[in-house]
């Protein structure tokens, strides 16, 4: 089945640096790779998702980069902000008969520091 | 809208017992999924459910099962409670079979077995 890796587990920047965070996954046939936020105590969300086809989409101070040769992908945050802070969800969907296998990465908890 | 709903928020058993979690969609919203979440897993799917029938599932123990009823809202069941099953377990409901659509996650039920 798909295998996620999602690095680093942390990551600490000031106010106003960039955050990049990187997930690989196995499954070649993956199709869509959304990115979840979840903030202390609070549900994942959605914030910007990306399709095999596309090979970067951007959101404001979000971008992600999709490289479907090297099979990984990767969340950028521009600007950072205190708010922020939050644990990051990379995920891959990789299509079946009929179903689709959903498997996320385990996480990087980002700190900006004011 | 009413966003996705989830009873009881939090939850106190002890091994051997079982228990039922609740899942209301958003209204529309024909496709549930369940997922585990722990500090040390991360976000692991466990199934799906769309116009009643599961359509997909994750490598958990038959212990888990779930259903869903006409109006979309969802159970999951948990027999045999073993310590190892304390997570926050969250839904997420999205417009149609949630493969590549967004999904929109509940606040979870936080379950503790002693």
């Known amino acids: 089945g798909e295998n996620v890796e999602q690095h680093p587990s942390t990551l600490s920047v000031q106010e106003g640096d960039s955050a990049v965070i990187k997930c690989t996954y196995s499954d070649s046939a993956s199709n869509y790779f959304p990115w979840y936020k979840q903030e202390l105590g609070k549900r994942p969300q959605l914030i910007i998702d990306?399709?095999?086809?596309?090979g970067e989409k951007k959101d404001q101070r979000i971008a992600v980069t999709l490289n479907k040769t090297a099979k990984h992908f990767s969340l950028h945050i521009t600007e950072t902000q205190p708010e922020d802070s939050a644990v990051y969800f990379c995920a891959a969907i990789s299509p079946g008969a009929g179903s689709y296998q959903l498997t996320f990465g385990k996480g990087t908890k980002l700190s900006v520091i004011p | 809208k009413a966003g996705v709903t989830q009873t009881p928020r939090y939850l106190i058993k002890t091994r051997g017992q079982q228990v039922t979690l609740s899942c209301s969609p958003i209204s529309g919203h024909r496709s549930v999924s369940w997922y585990q979440q722990t500090p040390g897993q991360g976000l692991q799917f466990l199934f799906e459910?769309?116009?009643?029938?599961?359509?997909n599932k994750g490598n958990f123990p038959g212990r888990f099962s779930g259903r869903q009823f006409s109006n979309s809202r969802s159970e999951m069941n948990v027999s045999t409670l073993e310590l190892g099953d304390s997570a926050l377990y969250l839904c997420?409901?999205?417009?149609?079979?949630?493969?590549?659509?967004?999904?929109?996650f509940g606040p979870g039920t936080r379950l503790t077995v002693l």
């Open positions: 990306i399709r095999s086809n596309v």
């Open positions: 997420a409901s999205s417009l149609v079979a949630s493969g590549n659509n967004e999904q929109f």
């Open positions: 459910y769309f116009s009643e029938t599961q359509r």
